[in-house]
């Protein structure tokens, strides 16, 4: 019997390790990743087009809200999808408004975070989570703030107007793509999505971490660069937001690091040959396409497509940066991941004591 339990102990601690590289059970989301594709590249082609292909970069940050109720019916995502549009908006607005003021705008992603865990979580809108709000709060912070704060001092109210018109983009190569059979993606059958916000035992602990790992995660990453301050904001809420389990968590923390050291050589070898303009409208499709077909099945495999459509966004009005945000992209990924794990040991000791059963 000793044995018996003995292996099986075993057999439980070596799952987590061969979950890092191995494929999860389910389908590669062909029709996710055609319409992801298009929603992000289509407001870059246009601006390339148009000659400024930074405001396209800009516009696709709207484009992420092709990503959300990718399992659902045409329906739902017709009526969803103008409502997660709208959060982009908003939190765009949210990060511009307090771009003026590094606590303030500290401030702008603790609350975000705290309004996107809720509605994302209490609403049952699904993957890809708040992650996506945080991040666009974020880097429209950067891109609005002042030079003397490390941001880029692009005019605050193009940026929500930018991000509203690749939602609105996206949304119609959604609803268009959703009328072809060969590119409409098929419903899971899930629970129905609900206006009426309530946030189970696991939504509140995965919200709790969350919030206090974006308050740490802020403060250690204080005295780095705008752009490299908010990508450890973005790893550690990455890690934390999936599941509440601590061996799947400490898995994601580990897929998240490697995928990003994988994804930064892809990001050299794109940049080794300087692709043109329009070469890399095509290379931001490919990477959105081969990200959402891969998300599910295996993580590491989807940062690695990811990081370099990161890494892009983050050089805006930095272009002389991107060398500097490449190499320290490695240590904040690492910091982000660190801190990450710092919570959820720190969580989970405090659940424990607060929730330890009583003697009889």
């Known amino acids: 019997m000793k044995k018996q339990n003995m292996r099986h102990h075993i057999k439980r601690m070596g799952h987590p390790a061969q979950k890092v590289t191995s494929l999860n059970e389910g389908p590669w989301r062909w029709a996710v990743g055609v319409q992801a594709g298009a929603a992000m590249g289509l407001p870059v082609a246009l601006f390339t087009f148009l000659g400024n292909q ?10 992420f809200t092709a990503l959300y109720c990718a399992a659902r019916s045409t329906r739902e995502r017709m009526l969803a999808l103008p409502l997660v549009a709208a959060g982009l908006v908003v939190a765009s607005a949210l990060g511009v408004l307090c771009s003026g003021n590094e606590w303030l705008s500290m401030a702008c992603l603790v609350v975000v975070a705290a309004l996107a865990c ?71 059958g899930l629970s129905p999505l609900s206006l009426r916000i309530r946030l189970d035992k696991t939504g ?32 550690a809420v990455a890690i934390l937001q999936a599941v509440k389990d601590r061996r799947l968590t400490t898995v994601r923390a580990i897929q998240r690091v490697l995928g990003t050291l994988l994804g930064i050589i892809l990001f050299e070898c794109i940049l080794f040959i300087p692709p043109s303009p329009f070469l890399l409208v095509l290379i931001i499709m490919v990477l959105q396409f081969a990200t959402e077909v891969v998300v599910t099945r295996n993580y590491v495999l989807a940062l690695i ?25 490695v240590l904040d990924t690492l ?13 989970e000791s405090l659940w424990k004591k607060m929730y330890k059963p009583k003697k009889a």
């Open 54 to 63: 930074s405001l396209g970069l800009m516009a696709s940050l709207g484009g």
């Open 118 to 188: 809720i509605l994302t979580m209490g609403s049952g809108l699904g993957p890809p989570g708040p992650i996506m709000f945080i991040l666009v709060a974020a880097v429209s912070s950067h891109l609005a703030a002042p030079v003397s704060l490390g941001g880029a001092a692009i005019p605050g109210y193009t940026i929500p107007m930018l991000v509203a018109f690749g939602s609105i983009l996206a949304y119609l190569v959604v609803m268009a793509m959703q009328a072809l059979p060969l590119l409409r993606n098929p419903a899971a």
């Open 204 to 235: 509140k602990v995965i919200t709790a971490r969350i919030v206090a790992a974006v308050i740490v995660a802020e403060l250690a990453a204080t005295p780095l660069e705008a752009h490299r301050a908010y990508w450890v904001v973005i790893v």
């Open 305 to 329: 497509f990811i990081t370099p459509l990161a890494l892009a966004n983050s050089t805006i009005g930095h272009a002389a940066n991107v060398a500097a945000t490449r190499q320290g992209r």
């Open 335 to 347: 910091l982000g991941a660190a801190i990450a794990m710092l919570v959820l040991w720190i969580a």
